[in-house]
């Protein structure tokens, strides 16, 4: 790994180096905080993956990355970026690299990529488009579902894609949005050309015009090199506009009028460039609420808004979620040989399907990330699963039954949190916590194999690894 940072060669080291070791025993991992350093070593040494920061002093990560695609032996490199260089990672996937990570990223974020670089063939992804899913057939294969809805969905993208039409995708944070655009792209006549992604919510206002028209030298203060934007880096390729809705006023009218012109100039620049791309937009808000309110013009929703793409909550697909959750383990056990999980509980499944998951697909995906991490056995169980799921779902079952099962809910509600928390204060010590609670040892030992808890959990004593550290939308 190269990176100016010393801090952050410290931290991607220890990350990768735990996480990692489960598929590489105990990973080789080498650091150099310049250019000359990184090419030393490169010449000396054979490696899997390349981690390499754009910005290097005395040779850009952009040359740094030519020099790894040369001399390292097959290795996928993977950039390292911030949002003022966003720009030259994308121009990285077109000119080799696997992928980048836009900095701040998290452990997981940084597992994921490297895994995937690591265990996922050969040849550069476009914005990590290219996905296990795609290689098991049709790439609509990777839209889960089988709910009249989610079919509907998979059939809309079918006919849609191969037109060059803009698509508004519509829906809550978590519900699918980005795997859309991505099928959008797949399945259309643009997928041999790149698909780049501009996050509009997480990019700060001003520099957002840059990052979308790019800029001349000198443009403003700090341009010190010109540098393409991603109109430009999209040609004849994909444009995904993520959190449209975010885009600030005063620039929505130098975006209309690239995509009604097919033309713009870059900040500071005067010669005129083409714009060839296939804009896909995407907001987890009422577009037509905040044209109404003002802050989103008019002509621009008219012109994104061409075909509308409704993704759905997962509580309105419930039936939905055994199949998601499933297919989330079998990922999970395929990127790590030693997962130890392959099924879930039909006590669990009842809860998957009760809870009304807020933060939708995604949120459900890292609920069995950390439920799988945390199962002692080959089965996910209802101990397992995070405590707001398993209250809300008896909370929620409570409310639709009459007073006595309601009651008996709130008591077994009541019970395994006392029996749990018990366990947790004696260490799993059964004849303590007999004596502490005063419950014969007998009758406590009912308890337990009611609700499934194991005394033995309660006595291990390890170091776990934390899987839910991934941020959300």
């Not at 390729?237 to 713009?264: M, N």
Request: net charge negative.
């Amino acid at each position: 790994m190269a990176d100016d940072e010393d801090d952050m060669l410290r931290i991607c080291s220890e990350v990768l180096g735990s996480k990692l070791e489960s598929t590489h025993g105990s990973p080789m991992i080498d650091t150099a905080s310049n250019g000359r350093e990184a090419r030393e070593i490169l010449l000396r040494e054979k490696y899997d993956l390349i981690l390499l920061d754009v910005q290097m002093p005395g040779v850009s990560g952009l040359e740094l990355m030519h020099f790894a695609l040369e001399h390292g032996n097959g290795a996928r490199v993977v950039m390292i970026t911030a949002y003022p260089t966003y720009g030259d990672a994308v121009v990285a996937i077109k000119e080799g690299a696997f992928d980048y990570i836009v900095k701040p990223f998290t452990a997981a974020q940084l597992t994921e990529v490297a895994q995937r670089a690591v265990h996922n063939g050969s040849g550069p992804a476009v914005n990590g488009s290219k996905r296990s899913a795609t290689e098991k057939g049709h790439p609509l294969s990777a839209l889960l579902g089988e709910n009249p809805m989610i079919r509907e969905i998979r059939s809309l993208i079918r006919r849609v894609a191969p037109l060059d039409e803009n698509v508004v995708l519509l829906g809550e944070t978590g519900t699918g949005k980005g795997l859309a655009a991505r099928l959008l792209h797949e399945c259309s006549h643009r997928q041999s050309r790149p698909m780049v992604t501009l996050d509009c919510g997480a990019i700060p206002r001003e520099l957002i015009e840059s990052e979308l028209f790019g800029h001349e030298k000198g443009a403003f203060t700090g341009a010190s090199t010109a540098r393409k934007g991603l109109l430009e880096l999209a040609q004849d390729g994909t444009l995904f506009l993520d959190e449209v809705s975010e885009i600030p006023l005063e620039l929505q009218t130098r975006l209309l009028r690239a995509l009604q012109e097919r033309e713009f100039r870059s900040v500071g620049g005067g010669k005129t460039k083409r714009f060839n791309a296939r804009v896909i937009a995407a907001t987890n808000r009422d577009l037509e609420a905040a044209v109404g309110a003002g802050t989103f013009r008019s002509d621009l929703f008219y012109r994104l808004h061409v075909i509308p793409i409704n993704l759905p909550a997962l509580r309105e697909h419930p039936e939905d979620t055994r199949l998601l959750a499933t297919a989330f383990l079998t990922r999970f056990g395929d990127r790590n040989p030693n997962w130890g999980v392959r099924s879930i509980s039909p006590e669990v499944q009842r809860h998957l399907e009760s809870y009304r998951w807020p933060g939708n697909v995604r949120e459900l995906e890292n609920v069995i990330r950390r439920a799988a991490a945390f199962s002692e056995g080959g089965e996910i169980r209802v101990q397992d699963l995070p405590e707001e799921v398993r209250l809300e779902t008896v909370a929620g079952q409570a409310e639709a039954n009459g007073f006595s099962q309601a009651r008996e809910l709130r008591m077994s509600q009541f019970e395994e949190r006392y029996f749990r928390e018990l366990l947790q204060e004696t260490s799993g010590n059964v004849v303590e916590a007999a004596r502490s609670s005063g419950v014969p040892r007998a009758t406590l030992y009912r308890y337990l194999r009611k609700y499934e808890l194991e005394p033995a959990d309660f006595r291990v004593s390890e170091v776990r690894i934390d899987l839910t550290d991934e941020t959300a939308d």
